[in-house]
């Protein structure tokens, strides 16, 4: 079982900065990625940011040069870091990965439970 755990949400005001954090940690054999995904009331999940274990990453248009996704492959933790926030940056954000268990050559897809961000005007 592999578990993906979020912390580092909260309440800022525009033009602040916030750092997520996902760990993952459980029977992983690899990382293949990891990213962020966001979601408001009544609209769909949406792509943030993703990162691949080679490190390629790939970004909303949204969030380009303002948000940057990271990885550290020996702590199994994807960063994300937020800065010049928005209002319309406020969602719960969710990790995601795709990650290969012990035992198994083909990546399941794993989600955190949420964290919520609020960008006050």
């Known amino acids: 079982q592999v578990q993906l755990v979020e912390s580092g949400g909260g309440l800022v005001q525009a033009g602040g900065s916030l750092r997520l954090s996902c760990a993952a940690s459980?029977?992983?054999?690899?990382?293949?990625?990891m990213g962020w995904y966001r979601q408001v009331p009544g609209k769909q999940r949406e792509l943030v940011a993703a990162?691949?274990?080679?490190?390629?990453?790939n970004y909303a248009d949204s969030v380009k040069g303002r948000f940057t996704i990271s990885m550290d492959n020996v702590k199994n933790t994807v960063y994300l870091q937020m800065s010049s926030l928005k209002p319309e940056d406020t969602a719960v954000y969710y990790c995601?990965?795709?990650?290969?268990?012990?035992?198994?050559?083909?990546?399941?897809?794993?989600w955190g439970q949420g964290t919520q961000v609020t960008v006050s005007s």
């Open positions: 995601n990965g795709a990650v290969q268990p012990n035992g198994q050559f083909y990546s399941n897809n794993y």
């Open positions: 459980g029977s992983i054999r690899v990382i293949v990625a």
């Open positions: 990162i691949r274990s080679s490190g390629t990453t």
